[in-house]
């Protein structure tokens, strides 16, 4: 059973920088795509980038040029967050996806990102 969860979220002002951690578990082969989304205070929830099992990645226009996926040997899937915006504000999620289709069935608890203008 896959299993991801999430770190690193805080608080930080305008223009500065966050990165995140989802520490994933659960399977054996490199057989997930993964994907982090957000949710504004009293929005829907957003995709933000995906990163495929090649590791190749596709963004969102809001986090084009800003934020960097990657993953390591270890299992573990980052965001890099650069020019945070009071925009950025928001709960981050990351999810699994086995079908790497961009409906992920695995998703964590979530990490806080407040950005202060």
Known sequence: Q????????????????????????GYTYNIYCFGWFRQPPGKEREAVVFIGTDGATRYADSARGRFTISKDNDKTVYLQMTSLTPEDTAMYYCAADRGCDGRPQVWGQGTQVTVSS
């Open 2 to 25: 896959v299993h991801v969860a999430e770190s690193g979220g805080g608080s930080v002002q305008a223009g500065g920088s966050l990165k995140l951690s989802c520490k994933t578990s």
